[in-house]
C-alpha cells in the first residue's frame, strides 16, 4: 500500500499511532513554527528554540519531579513510544515507511498525543527492520541518547532500557489491534520486525522477551515520582531504598 499524505491508515490503531501531518501553505498557527526536532539535539542550540530542554521542563512540571534526571527519563520514554509507534504502525500497516527525519518533524512540547508530533512532508521509505533502525534508532534515539547523558547525566543504560520498553509496549498494542480486527498479517508482520528490531547491537541487552511479554533490565525512574511506582517491565520487584 502506498503512503497517503494524511497517513490516514494509522487513525484505527488510535490517538498515540496517529502522525499529524502538514500540507497547504504555511499560516499563522501552523506547526511548521515549531522547532524541529534536530534542534533538541543540536548542542548550543538556544533554550527557547530547543524541543528537548523545554519538554524536560514541562514533564518534570506535570509530573511535580524536582529531579531533572527523573524528568528527562521520562521525557525520553515518552518521545520513543511515539516514535515507535507511528514508524512501527506505519510499517506494518503500509509496508513503508515516512521518512522521520529530524529535521522534517515538529514538536509541540506541551501537547499530547497525536497533536504533539508534526510530519511536514511524507517521504517514502523501505518497511523494513533496517528502515526502522536507521530512522528511529540512528536518527532520533542515538542523538537524544547523547543530548540527555550530556545535560543531565542520565545513564545510557536507562536510556536504551526506556527505548526497549517503548518499543515492546508498541508492539504489544499492534498485537492486540491486530487480533480483535482479524488482521493476522498485521500480527505476524509486526512479530517479524519487532524480533528484528531486538536484536540490533542497540536494543538486545535491554531486556529479556518471552513472547509478547518484555522484562528491562534497566528502571526508568518512575519510582521517583511523587505518588510514583514500578511499571509493569521493571527490573525491580519493589522500588529501591
Known amino acids: 500500500m502506498l503512503l497517503d499524505p494524511a497517513l490516514a491508515a494509522l487513525r484505527p490503531l488510535g ?8 500540507s497547504g501553505p504555511p499560516g499563522d ?26 519538554r524536560v521542563a514541562v514533564v518534570g512540571e506535570r509530573l511535580r519531579t524536582a529531579e531533572p534526571r527523573v524528568a528527562a527519563s521520562l521525557a525520553q520514554q ?25 529535521r522534517l518533524l515538529r ?16 517521504r517514502p521509505l523501505p518497511g523494513d527492520a533496517a ?7 540512528h536518527g532520533h534515539l542515538e542523538p537524544l541518547t547523547a543530548a540527555l547523558r550530556a545535560r543531565h547525566g542520565v545513564a545510557a ?15 504489544r498494542e499492534l498485537g492486540r489491534w ?14 517479524v520486525l519487532t524480533g528484528e528490531l531486538f536484536a540490533h547491537p542497540l536494543l538486545d541487552a535491554t531486556g529479556v522477551r518471552t513472547g509478547s511479554s518484555f522484562r528491562r533490565r534497566s528502571c526508568c525512574l518512575y519510582y521517583r515520582v511523587p505518588g510514583g511506582g514500578l511499571c509493569g517491565d521493571c ?7
Do not use: I, K, M, Q
Open 15 to 22: 490517538g498515540f499511532f496517529v502522525l499529524r501531518t502538514l
Open 29 to 54: 498557527a501552523d506547526p511548521r513554527r515549531l522547532p524541529a526536532l534536530a534542534d533538541g539535539y543540536a548542542e548550543g542550540t538556544p533554550y527557547e528554540r530547543d524541543p528537548v530542554a523545554a
Open 78 to 102: 515518552g518521545l520513543a513510544a511515539r516514535l515507535w509507534s507511528a514508524a512501527l504502525g506505519c510499517a506494518v500497516l503500509y509496508g513503508r515507511l515516512p521518512d522521520l527525519d529530524a
Open 107 to 122: 514538536w509541540d512540547v506541551r501537547a499530547t498525543a497525536p497533536d504533539d508530533l508534526w510530519l511536514t512532508e511524507v
Open 131 to 137: 528502515a526502522l533502525a536507521g530512522t528511529v534508532l
Open 157 to 171: 543504560g536507562l536510556l536504551w532500557g526506556n527505548a526497549g520498553s517503548a518499543l515492546a509496549a508498541t508492539a
Open 178 to 191: 491486530a487480533r480483535a480486527h482479524g488482521r493476522g498479517d498485521v500480527a505476524a508482520r509486526t512479530r
Open 235 to 241: 527490573c525491580h520487584s519493589r522500588p529501591p531504598g
